[in-house]
């Protein structure tokens, strides 16, 4: 019966030891000496070298000599598409003045934003193109992109017809997050429940009809919008049929992460400052927690999520880059799984499960991707390395040897 199935397998892994993740299992979900075989795209068997059925001379053998193999890494959070670049916020920071205080100012986002609009889109797709590539060149098979330098109708759907574009120019899977509600723009100064009205009456419904997002985020923050101002975007994303997460907690503890426990969110991002209620609140609406190392770093916080009453309230984590012009101008994942760990004291293996299954879940794609299981998606990054912690613990040395999407090698 296997060696019947074994007939439709179009390529096969030899000699692999494989980190499978599935189901944030402890230890890598770890498989030694073992096989796995793609047919159609998708994982068609996996087991020990010595269950391998005999195979057909027409299928494709890929002897990887003792590698391991993990499932496509997972870029959950990122701002990718942007105009301009902000380096000197960066020597202003250095010398004394808050991200907080530069955004009070007139900079931070809303620097970006005009930068953003000045820019064509092809100018933004030659942009973003490299940071993705960047991304790609480490492993990454999926990624979410946001809008959200942008802020007006126009610009904000030009940011999203990029990041599909960018799908179609890397063989990565894009789900695309409207962010209108990231900050303010000028011409609303004064009148921010006026460009709400603009986010959920014109551009929501613009967003949804012209199918440019998967989901629709806020930043909820002193710095930008309210729990209430949050509560409405989230209400014309679910009628029109969004899922919503949330930049929440991040510089303070506003709840809205209880808030978007309350609608069904599929992650809540940031959460420096996140309370316990909140964490309950996670918990009991699955949602996962999305880390980002690189802002914490960049911005040189000091105040750690609460990773252990995560972890004691079965919170799932993800680890994201948050790869942006302020907060986060970092596009590396490698670089993420080593601060993780070391800023964050996650192990290794959760980790890894922060940019492969919990990832996955935290874009709603995890029956799809983010584990090496039967009918998943053949996304399979190659790894050369004696250890999956290997993958955390060195950085600058890209371990990656081979990259496939969908069952075809990509690099
Ligand atoms: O995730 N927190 C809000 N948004 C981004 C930063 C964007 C920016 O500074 O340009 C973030 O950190
Ligand atoms: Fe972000």
């Known amino acids: 019966m296997q060696s019947m199935l074994s007939q439709s397998w179009q390529t096969v892994f030899i000699n692999a030891n494989i980190a499978t993740m599935t189901q944030a299992a402890t ?16 994982i068609a068997w996996l087991g020990h070298m010595s269950q391998l059925p005999e195979l057909t001379a027409s299928v494709e053998v890929i002897d990887v000599d003792g590698q391991w193999l993990t499932p496509g890494l997972i870029d959950c959070h990122t701002h990718i598409v942007f105009g301009g670049h902000r380096a000197n916020e960066f020597e202003m920071r250095l010398q004394g003045a808050s ?3 530069i955004a009070q100012s007139g900079g931070g986002i809303v620097s970006t934003v005009e930068a953003t609009r000045k820019a064509s889109e092809d100018q933004l797709f030659d942009a973003a193109l490299p940071r993705l590539s960047a991304l790609h060149s480490e492993g990454v098979t999926s990624i979410e992109i946001k809008s959200g330098y942008g802020l007006d109708v126009d610009n904000e759907l030009k940011m999203l017809k990029v990041a599909k574009r960018l799908s179609e120019a890397l063989p990565v899977r894009v789900q695309k997050t409207f962010l209108g509600a990231h900050a303010l723009p000028k011409e609303y100064k004064n009148d921010s429940d006026g460009y709400i009205d603009l986010v959920c009456d014109e551009m929501i419904p613009q967003v949804a009809e012209q199918q440019l997002a998967d989901a629709v985020d806020v930043f909820c923050e002193g710095i930008a919008f309210s729990v209430q101002q949050t509560e409405r975007v989230f209400q014309a994303a679910k009628q ?28 809540s991002d940031h959460l420096e400052y996140l309370s316990e209620s909140g964490v309950k609140a996670m918990s009991k609406a699955s949602m996962v927690a999305v880390l980002l190392p690189g802002a914490f770093y960049f911005l040189r916080e000091t105040k750690l999520p609460p990773i252990q009453m995560l972890r004691d309230n079965n919170v799932r984590m993800a680890i994201a880059s948050d790869a942006n012009p302020g907060s986060s101008p970092i596009n590396s994942i490698q670089l993420m799984l080593n601060m993780a760990c070391t800023l964050f004291r996650l192990t290794p293996n959760e980790a890894l499960a922060g940019v492969t299954c919990n990832a996955a879940r935290a874009l709603g794609i995890d029956d799809k991707v983010g584990e090496i299981a039967v009918g998943m998606e053949a996304d399979i990054a190659v790894w050369d390395i004696s250890q999956p912690a290997q993958l955390c613990y060195q950085f600058g040395v890209n371990p990656l040897t081979a990259l496939f999407k969908h069952g075809h090698k990509v690099r």
């Open 240 to 267: 029109h049929g969004l899922s919503v997460k949330v930049h929440a907690e991040q510089l303070s503890d506003l709840g809205a992460t209880e808030l978007a426990a309350r609608y069904d969110a599929l992650s």
């Open 99 to 101: 991200y907080e205080q």
């Open 27 to 42: 230890s890598y979900g770890a498989l030694e000496n073992a096989a796995l075989a793609v047919a159609d795209g998708k």
